[in-house]
């Protein structure tokens, strides 16, 4: 417990910045929705005059963008690039740090198992995350509300928004095990930053090609919103997907972290 | 009873050596210096039984429980000082002892205000903006303040000035009294000397001997250079124990090995300007183990 306090304390700050984030972005983005609305069908001529591959990579769909459910959808695809680099530099920073700052000749000689350790970490990356997502779930539907009123799902708002917290924990996970497995991590920012955005552009060029097998590598692209607003749900393959992914990524790093020399400085 | 009991215990990295085939035991309550020079093994050796890395072949025991299997219940009887300190840089000193003390479960409050009170340590600063020595103050009651019936240190004097490394080794002293046993390296002879009952010498990657620190002075060489204020017969010291007799001039130096009374016997029958009876280093005592071993 003392450990997981320690850690929560030590996230406080890179959680409180990056929540306030989240919500500028989707206040900023969800502001500009009842003028956007207004004149939707300009907009959609304007648009109709892009070419198709790039509205499909830049997640742009023209029937449903005049809609608060379709203007979100597309809102979102930013909003789970920056909940993206959130979660990877929270899991790679969060066991490698102790090495980086030289503090884990003093973690790992108390009188506690590493598996102890990286749990106690863990939860401490999941309260961070969990507290982000309530934080940006509820800036969303007080947003949601404010510009379109009682229109809209309120079920398929709360799914797309919730994909975020999916998302985030999957990129958690990935950077766990990258930080467990790479010897030592110079700058979490630059692989964090390196295999969000490698990704993201991966999901671009998925996009638009259409292609299945190529989808299961963009976890991007794993939450469909149109899907979701069609069907209420989220499509079972790729949400079996993202849990095997994680419960394999999380045992992996625990196993490789008991098994790790810690050098000396 | 002994405390550590190293057997076989083997760490390779790659290919490079870390310690091969150490073996030796520390008993309890005692003071057991381990000695060599860097890069010899002492730290692969220590991070080894405090299961920070992991051997490549041997065992080892502390308190009579393996290393690996009992590592977090064995560390709760630790206290383990590193050679270069690192902690939380934004936490107040204050604060990283208590975080430090809650991983034990007792009431360590005033027991870190009695060490840093010895070692006049600032408890409300912040990490961030202690000196070098300061820091190391840090890790001194960091690694002290549970009680711990196993102290390691790893070459734990460096950055502290003589004042408080006076003050450091009394503190380890009484510790010992009180009934700790003490794990002590380092690559300075003399602090080893003044400290420990027994010491194990290393030399890259292999324990060369382990031997009362008694033992270890009386078979060491002590290096005499005098100068004599008129030239005088160098054959004057051609005695038993006396090894690479030069003259320079007015100066003389040997080395000698043994009773030391018979020397300042030799030395009180002639008239000398200056005389220096120095220590041999450790590089020294090392060629001397050499020389035993060919």
Not at chain 1, 203 to 230: C, Q, V, W
Request: proline letters at 2%; aromatic letters at 10%; hydrophobic letters at 45%.
């Amino acid at each position: 417990m003392n450990m997981f306090l320690h850690e929560l304390k030590a996230y406080r700050k890179s959680t409180l910045i990056w929540t306030v984030s989240l919500v500028a972005m989707v206040v900023l983005f969800l502001s500009m929705f009842p003028s956007f609305s207004k004149d939707a069908e300009e907009f959609k001529t304007l648009l109709e005059g892009f070419p198709a591959e790039l509205r499909k990579a830049i997640g742009l769909s023209v029937d449903s963008i005049a809609t608060l459910l379709g203007f979100f959808s597309y809102s979102f695809l930013y909003l789970k690039l920056a909940g993206a680099i959130q979660a990877m530099n929270l899991g790679t920073s969060i066991l490698s740090k102790e090495s980086r700052e030289k503090t884990a000749d003093f973690l790992l000689t108390k009188p506690v198992t590493r598996t102890q350790i990286v749990t106690s970490k863990l939860m401490a990356a999941l309260v961070s995350l969990i507290f982000t997502n309530l934080v940006f779930i509820a800036a969303t539907f007080v947003m949601a509300s404010l510009v379109a009123g009682d229109e809209f799902n309120k079920e398929a708002l709360f799914l797309i928004a919730l994909s975020l917290f999916m998302i985030q924990l999957m990129f958690l996970a990935l950077g766990i095990l990258v930080s467990v497995i790479f010897p030592r991590i110079k700058s979490v920012i630059s692989v964090s930053l390196g295999t969000v955005f490698g990704f993201f552009m991966l999901g671009m060029i998925s996009s638009t090609t259409d292609d299945k097998a190529l989808r299961y590598l963009t976890p991007f692209n794993y939450f469909d919103s149109a899907h979701i607003t069609e069907n209420l749900s989220y499509e079972n393959s790729f949400l079996l997907t993202v849990v095997l992914f994680i419960i394999a990524a999380i045992l992996a790093s625990y196993y490789f972290y008991t098994k790790k020399d810690v050098h000396s400085v | 009873m002994n405390v550590i009991e190293i057997k076989n215990l083997t760490k390779m990295y790659g290919k490079a050596r870390g310690i091969e085939d150490v073996s030796f035991s520390v008993e309890e309550g005692e003071i057991f210096g381990f000695i060599g020079p860097n890069g010899a093994g002492k730290s692969t050796t220590i991070r080894t039984l405090l299961s920070l890395i992991y051997p490549t072949s041997g065992s080892a025991t502390i308190f009579g429980k393996d290393i690996i299997t009992a590592a977090p219940e064995i560390k709760k009887e630790i206290g383990y000082l590193p050679s270069e300190v690192f902690y939380y840089d934004n936490m107040k000193v204050m604060d990283l002892l208590k975080y430090s003390a809650s991983f034990y479960k007792k009431d360590c409050t005033k027991r870190i205000r009695e060490l840093a009170d010895i070692m006049e340590l600032d408890l409300t600063k912040k990490i961030d903006d202690l000196s070098l020595g300061n820091k190391k103050k840090v890790g001194i009651v960091q690694g002290l303040l549970h009680e711990p019936k196993l102290i390691i240190l790893d070459e734990p004097t460096s950055g502290l000035d003589p004042l408080m490394q006076q003050k450091f080794f009394d503190l380890l002293e009484k510790e010992n009294k009180k009934g700790a046993t003490i794990l002590f390296s380092s690559h300075i002879l003399s602090e080893v000397q003044r400290l420990c009952d027994r010491v194990a010498i290393i030399k890259d990657g292999r324990i060369v001997t382990v031997e009362k620190i008694s033992t270890l002075k009386e078979n060491t060489y002590k290096k005499f250079k005098i100068e004599t204020n008129s030239t005088i017969e160098k054959d004057l010291f051609k005695l038993d124990g006396v090894n690479q007799l030069e003259q320079d001039g007015s100066t003389i130096s040997f080395l000698f090995r043994g009773n030391i009374n018979a020397i300042m016997r030799k030395i009180a029958e002639i008239e000398i300007a200056n005389l220096w009876i120095e220590e041999p280093n450790l590089e020294e005592i090392f060629m001397h183990y050499y020389e035993k071993e060919e």
